[in-house]
């Protein structure tokens, strides 16, 4: 009889083990080393949004009431999800991809309407994509009361194939 007991607590273990794999990752780990210390105290601000949809958007416009007449084509991504940390509001994420800036534009987080707005380089766009089409994609954004600001996308803890 014991041996049974054992085997069935041992089971159990076992099986809620997965369940401890799938939780949300910890905004800690995904940040890379402090080497400047400007994330020493807790953040003022935090959302975590686990990426459930994208879509990509290449636009197209054209001022014609400027000489010479520009021509933009803005690449944008819209991510949607689920925000995944107690006190996120987040719901959406607008990834604008920049391929003529020498330096992007600060993350942004508008609160009335709760989009995350960040900024890559044009030459990130492939790397991104990939990410979204293969892994399990969270977005965070980070704010402190040094006026530091730290946003990134990351994929959870994945295993090699």
């Known amino acids: ?70 021509v933009t084509s803005p690449l944008l991504v819209r991510l949607k999800g689920k ?19 020498k330096s992007l534009k600060k993350p942004v987080f508008d609160e009335a309407s709760k989009t995350l707005t960040l900024s890559y380089p044009q030459a990130q766009y492939r790397v991104v994509i990939d990410l979204l089409r293969n892994n399990t994609v969270y977005v965070q954004f980070l704010t402190y009361a040094n006026g530091h600001i730290w946003a990134d996308l990351h994929t959870g803890a994945e295993r090699p194939r």
Not at 26 to 47: I, W, Y
Request: aromatic share 4%; proline share 9%; with cysteine.
């Open 83 to 101: 925000p995944m940390n107690k006190g996120a509001t987040i719901n959406q994420v607008i990834l604008n991809f920049d391929g003529e800036s």
């Open 1 to 70: 009889m014991r041996v049974s007991i054992r085997r069935c607590a041992t089971l159990l273990l076992i099986s809620s083990l997965p369940l401890a794999v799938v939780a949300a990752p910890m905004h800690s780990q995904f940040l890379p080393p402090d080497d400047l210390v400007v994330r020493q105290e807790q953040p003022e601000q935090q959302q975590l949004l686990q990426v459930t949809e994208y879509s990509v958007v290449l636009g197209n416009q054209r001022q014609s009431n400027q000489q010479p007449i520009p």
